[in-house]
Structures are given as C-alpha cells and as structure tokens.
C-alpha cells in the first residue's frame, strides 16, 4: 500500500496523517476480507453485487476506438476497481477536511488529495488545468 504523499505538505507532519494511514489499512482489510467470503454462486449474483451500473461502465470501455469486444467480466472487475477508487479517495479528502477544520468534503480537498499523493500524479494535470465553477481562474497547484 502506498499512503506516500508530499512531505512538503504540513498534513503529512500533523496526527491526522497517521489516522488517515489507520483508515485505509482498515479500508485495504475489510475489502479484502469481504472479497474472500464472497458467496457469489453464479456470474449473474456477482453482477448484481457492485453498486455502479456495469452498462454505462462497458459504454465508457466502449468509448475507445481500439475497443471492439469487451469479455463480461471485465465491467464488473472495473466496477469493483472504480468503487475502491472512490473510497480511497474520499477517506483521504476527508482527512484533508478534518485537517483544515471542516465538516464537509469541497472540491479543494479532493484537488489537495490529487496534488499531494504520489499515486494521483496521473490526474493532478486534469484536476490543475480544470476552471473553478464560478467560472475563475484554474486551480494552482499546493507547494
């Protein structure tokens, strides 16, 4: 597991670091424990055992045009993919939350997530280059 990010940031030096890397340990356990006393009986109960809607996932892996056939399992692996995404996510947007002392997950937290953690690098770009809603200025990057 990588719970690297920039030490520049002060998160990284500040308790609530350390309660972040405790979460997801927990997150890293409890899914791999659910994964291996998955009672999944047939490939049709494990369709109906992801949350995300596995047509519009095909239609994105549809959307390259190298893609021509797309095996039945494979939404389903990118929907469990997708669905650890967002809770590693989350719980490291929330810890930035805590961290600057709010109740509530805004865009700057998950911006500051992407800019200090190693394993985002692949999306700070989209993220930085992105307008704000109120139609100002892009985002800049966090030293």
């Known amino acids: 597991m990588n719970f690297n990010m920039s030490m520049a940031h002060p998160l990284a030096q500040s308790p ?11 997150l890293w356990r409890t899914q ?17 055992h992801n949350d995300l809607p596995l047509a519009r996932i095909k ?18 692996l990118f929907a469990k993919a997708c669905e650890l995404f967002i809770l590693e996510l989350t719980i490291r947007a929330w810890t930035f939350s805590e961290f600057n002392k709010r109740n509530g ?9 992407l800019q ?3 394993i985002f690098d692949f999306l700070a770009e989209v993220i ?5 809603r109120g139609g100002g200025p892009p985002l800049q990057p966090v030293p």
């Not at 609530?16 to 927990?26: D, R």
């Not at 291996?36 to 109960?45: A, F, N, P, R």
């Not at 239609?59 to 389903?76: F, G, N």
Request: glycine content about 2%.
């Open 105 to 113: 997950l805004e865009k700057e937290d998950v911006c500051q997530v």
């Open 59 to 76: 239609r994105i892996m549809k959307s390259d045009e190298d893609v021509r056939m797309i095996s039945a399992e494979a939404p389903i």
């Open 16 to 26: 609530h670091f350390v309660e972040m890397v405790e979460k997801l340990k927990e």
């Open 32 to 48: 791999q424990a659910e994964m291996e006393i998955l009672d999944i009986g047939s490939k049709q109960d494990f369709k109906h």
């Open 128 to 132: 930085i280059n992105q307008p704000d």
């Open 116 to 118: 200090s953690t190693d």
